[in-house]
């Protein structure tokens, strides 16, 4: 039987680099937040983003998730506005990176269409693309390409964001999201520049127990690394 004192050595093995995004927390321990590339926050959050973290790059993620937890619909002319505010106010200091093109939660075809919809308001931005279940990743990436955007890899199951990342294959930029586990990182880490999570920043006990910081520093590429842009 493997114990877990010979794991770390084992996920080693075999392992990549990729760009560690953390999700916005009011509090991040600084060995989690030097390796961080950046962070992924909403636009609720994004000026207390800029104002707590002014060193660090933000990819505005466009509020469909959280909306969805909450059980509340979002329609597209809500979230539109609410994206483009967040997106001029982080531009503006500086700090964005990139921002993640609306989607619906769970809607596949129909959540594309709004994603289709939002390119040309929000064209003065990078952008990443959402994916899910029931979209056509070939014609998510013939888009990207068309675009200069990359895709960001949604979904719900950890077998559709495998199945995603391997059917892109490198071809554009991919970052893949709500990375939470070690073994994750590890599949991860061979198939995609990016992956984020809010899981390493929590302050629940069963987060604190694991030691993220050591986890995540055998995967996180320097923040100034060579990974490609998008």
Known sequence: MIS????????????????????????IKPEILELSSGLVSGPKWIAKSCRQFPDHKIILDNGAFPA???????????????VLG???????KGLLESVIACDIVGAGEKSWARTMRSLEPLSAYKLLLP????????????VC??????????????????????????????HAGRISKEGWLWTFSNLVDAVDSTTWVRSQ??????????????????RDGNHKAF
């Open 68 to 82: 969805w937890v909450a059980g509340r619909s979002l329609d597209f002319g809500e979230q539109l506005d609410a």
């Open 86 to 92: 967040a997106a001029e106010e982080a531009s503006g």
């Open 4 to 27: 877990q004192l010979q794991l770390p050595g084992l996920m080693a093995e075999g392992s990549g680099k990729l760009r560690i995004y953390s999700g916005f927390s009011f509090t």
């Open 205 to 222: 006990h069963w987060s604190q127990k694991t030691n993220w910081a050591q986890i995540l520093r055998q995967y996180a590429e320097a």
């Open 145 to 174: 390409k068309d675009h200069g955007a990359g895709l960001f890899i949604g979904g719900k199951t950890f077998a559709f964001k495998v199945k995603a990342a391997k059917q892109i294959g490198g071809r554009v930029y991919t």
């Open 131 to 142: 994916v899910q279940e029931g979209v056509d990743i070939e014609r998510a990436v013939s």
